[in-house]
T-cell receptor
């Protein structure tokens, strides 16, 4: 158990709908990263939040957006869902100082999103 | 393209044997990390090796890093059925704020 929690565990949505996924980071961690993992693939970086600001973004369209709150928990929002958005969404928390290399990431169990 | 590319993709071994996985990457890195994932659940951090290190041990795990060849290997010694999982390497490239994961190795340890 890493202390990182995600909700919900599973979610089924229809194409065109919007979804919000939530992540509570491990106590003391100020950085949250979100990843999308398609079946049989490695996780793909979506974006990272450090002290409530976006601190890096992967190759995902603007309909993927996020927030980080003062308690360092985070949300991932996806608008206009497409079938290809079906995947396991993972969040990972860590503690870092700006400019430092990434240390180990503590991953949550993930949210399995199915878009029909 | 993905930073990490593991080889081989799937490995089936008998309990007690050693399992070796390789990973290659393309750019300069701060560190390289290995993670384990069981049955599509969250990833568990196994070991981190920094760019100025060549070898690191943690229990039954041994990781090597060759920055001149841009490659790493993960060795699991005396494998157990509980080691059955997918294993991913991930690189923290210089100038980025992200981990880039490979496609993963699926390891099956037969009791």
């Amino acid at each position: 158990e890493t202390g990182v929690t995600q909700s919900p565990t599973h979610l089924i949505k229809t194409r065109g709908q919007q979804v919000t996924l939530r992540c509570s980071s491990q106590s003391g961690h100020n950085t949250v990263s979100w990843y999308q993992q398609a079946l049989g693939q490695g996780p793909q970086f979506i974006f990272q939040y450090y002290r409530e600001e976006e601190n890096g973004r992967g190759n995902f369209p603007p309909r993927f957006s996020g927030l980080q709150f003062p308690n360092y928990s985070s949300e991932l929002n996806v608008n206009a869902l497409e079938l290809d958005d079906s995947a396991l969404y993972l969040c990972a928390s860590s503690s870092r100082t700006s400019g430092r290399a990434l240390d180990e990431q503590y991953f949550g169990p993930g949210t399995r999103l199915t878009v029909t | 393209s993905q930073q990490g590319e593991e080889d081989p993709q799937a490995l089936s071994i008998q309990e007690g044997e050693n399992a070796t996985m390789n990973c290659s990457y393309k750019t300069s890195i701060n560190n390289l990390q290995w993670y384990r994932q069981n049955s599509g659940r969250g990833l568990v951090h196994l070991i981190l090796i920094r760019s100025n290190e060549r070898e690191k041990h943690s229990g039954r795990l041994r990781v090597t890093l060759d920055t001149s060849k841009k490659s790493s290997s993960l060795l699991i010694t005396a494998s157990r059925a509980a080691d059955t999982a997918s294993y991913f390497c991930a690189t923290d490239a210089k100038g980025n704020n992200r981990l880039a994961f490979g496609k993963g190795n699926q390891v099956v340890v037969i009791p």
